[in-house]
Structures are given as C-alpha cells and as structure tokens.
C-alpha cells in the first residue's frame, strides 16, 4: 500500500468518515456520558516499542479519525493513559471502534428501530478497528501485538440496515478497490438521517 493512488484512496476515504459524520451524524448525536477509558495501549501496557501517536498523527490524515471519534463520548475509549507516547496503531483502532460503535447507535435511533444490542456495537467496533487498524498499520509499517488480536466479527449490519455504518465497513474490507473506482452511492444525494430513513423506508415498502 505504497503507491500514490492508494494513499491518495485512503485519504478520500477518511475524508468520506469526517463528511459523513459532520452531515449525518453529529447533528443526530445524543447527550452522553464519557465512557470510562479502554485498555492501555501497546506502548503503555509494555514496555514502549512501537511506534507513537506524536510520531505519526500529527498533520496526519489519519488524525482527523482521531477527531470524530471524540465527538463520541460514550464510545471513545482510549488508552487511559492517552498521551503523544501511545502505540498510534492502538490510537487509530479504538478511534475506528468508537466511530462505527456511535455511527450505528446513531442509525439505530434515527431509523426509529429498536435499540441496538451490545452485540451489534461490539461488531461494528471491532470489524472497523481491524480493518481501519489494519489499513494504517500496513501503510505506515507500524504493526502492534493488540491490532494482531481483533477479529473481524461474521454478523455485520448491510448498506440496506445500517446505510452509514454498513458502507463504512465494507469500504474499508479493501479500501484499494475504489482506487481507480469513485465511491458513488445513493447517500451521496442525501442530506441528513431523514432523507435516508425515507429511502429506506420506500425500498422497503416498494414505494
């Protein structure tokens, strides 16, 4: 994942999380309390080896991940330590976790459906750190033991459930393939969760 195009594919995709969710999700987002803080990271959990946030992040695309998921406080669960000497793959994995976590509360809530299970959080966290993680890990050179431990879980929501949440993890399963392919989708005409919930609603009654 070295080549320009394929960088360049990265970038539009994050860029695509950060739209998506100043449009659609913020304005939805609901008062939360912060959860309280996840797992150490690799660099602080041992002794420091990999490589850090204040390595990597800074003027990194990659931090504006870091940025959406703080706008979600009952996801975001970093390092309880969370400083510029944190493992950066860890950093970006449970941003990852925190951004389809919240994208999928969100969802949930507004297509009016019932409230989702800990389980479909816990899929949608966990299939988006290790493919986001995985991603950043390759492009960068920055492997972690911690992202080698996440695995992509079978039962994930569909574009046709969770519009948002749903084509968050399935462009990141091969974010290469869009290299030379445009993301264009039904969502790109839409303007907030109630422009999607009525096409939802109209393919799902033939409307």
Known sequence: MSSASDALTIHQLLGRIVYFHALFIEPELRPSTPSAPG??????ATAPGQLSVGELLPDSAWGSLVEVAATLPAHHRPCPKATGAC???????????????????????SYRQADPTESLLRNC?????????????????????????????????????LPLTG?????????????????????????????????????????
């Open 87 to 109: 493992c950066a793959t860890c950093r970006v994995a449970s941003a990852a976790t925190a951004v389809a976590a919240g994208w999928a509360q969100t969802e949930c809530h």
């Open 39 to 44: 797992p150490a990271c690799c660099n602080h």
């Open 167 to 207: 084509e968050l993890l399935a462009l990141w399963a091969e974010p290469t393939a869009t290299t030379r392919h445009p993301v264009t989708s039904w969502l790109n005409h839409c303007t907030g969760l109630d422009d999607v919930c009525r096409v939802l609603e109209s393919r799902r009654t033939g409307s």
């Open 125 to 161: 966290g966990q299939a988006a750190a290790a493919r986001l993680g995985r991603v950043f890990a390759t492009q960068h050179a920055a492997h972690c033991p911690a992202l080698d431990q996440v695995a992509v879980p079978e039962a994930l929501p569909g574009t046709e459930e």
